[in-house]
């Protein structure tokens, strides 16, 4: 009950973004919208939240691969110089993913979403994202850590497959492990979206998910932080910053936004 509430909180929370994002944009400016399609074929040890957290980040993939090369031929991202792997991670920190429709039949699962993004405001924010080497190395290394995951997810169904008794339970443990740690990983990016729009609320709110996700991610602990002193809350700010330093210690940036925020406390 507990993954169900948080996979369609997750669903809520992106098209929260994608509405969020449509009303800040320009009037002026065309927004350009990608639809992607997805079926994930279950195993044993799937369920169908497994199945969706899967699918979900698949065909984000797959949208931000298709706007990536689109916004790397806009003039403007030109000049930054950047890889199309480097624009589509940026992009994952800035636009979000609106689930359209999904079924699930008990062996397969099936979605179709979408990607609605202003090309002028995308290329601006990830201007502004481009210029912050630690905002950039952290969805650097959130990218990294799902692919990853997707990786070590799709071993072990293999594993499973043929695995018995206490290989299995095993395997199966470090199957639903990849689940959860994906799940942190979206919450993440949902986070970085409402960070990048100011939306310091809801920033707070999705990386405090994250965090209950994955308790030892200190770019969690060290971003909600910011969130926290942005809306006044100091205390729990120097806490969080704290906690960011205790994981991952010595960060410049933790330690100026630390002293920001021990400043107005």
């Not at 792997?85 to 699930?104: P, R």
């Not at 299995?168 to 729009?197: P, R």
Request: proline residues 2%; contains cysteine.
């Amino acid at each position: 009950m507990k993954i169900r509430s948080t996979i369609t909180a997750i669903c809520i929370v992106l098209v929260f973004i994608s509405c969020f994002i449509l009303n800040v944009v320009s009037v002026s400016a065309e927004t350009k919208t990608f639809i992607k399609e997805y079926t994930y074929h279950a195993g044993d040890e799937d369920s169908k939240n497994s199945c969706r957290v899967i699918a979900l980040r698949e065909v984000k993939r797959l949208l931000l691969e298709e706007l990536g090369p689109y916004l790397k031929s806009e003039t403007e991202v030109k000049n930054f110089q950047l890889t199309k792997d480097q624009i589509i991670t940026l992009t994952a920190g800035i636009v979000g993913t609106e689930l359209i429709e999904d079924k699930w039949d008990g062996k397969t699962y099936w979605l179709k979403a979408k990607i609605s993004a202003n090309p002028g405001d995308v290329t601006k924010a990830i201007d502004n994202l481009r210029k912050d080497r630690q905002k950039t190395k952290e969805l650097e290394d959130v990218r990294k850590k799902s692919d990853a995951l997707l990786k070590e997810n799709e071993r072990l169904r293999r594993e499973l497959a043929t695995s018995k008794g206490e290989k299995k339970k095993k395997e199966t443990k470090a199957y639903n492990k990849t689940i959860k740690d994906l799940k942190a990983a979206e919450w993440f990016e949902i986070a970085y979206q409402f960070l990048i729009a100011e939306h310091w609320k809801g920033a707070l709110d999705a990386f405090t998910k994250a965090i209950e996700l994955n308790p030892q991610d200190a770019n969690a602990y060290s971003n909600r932080g910011l969130a926290c002193d942005k809306l006044g809350n100091y205390q729990q700010a120097i806490k969080d910053f704290n906690k960011a330093l205790e994981l991952n210690p010595p960060t410049a940036g933790v330690y100026y936004n630390r002293g920001n925020s021990l400043c107005q406390a």
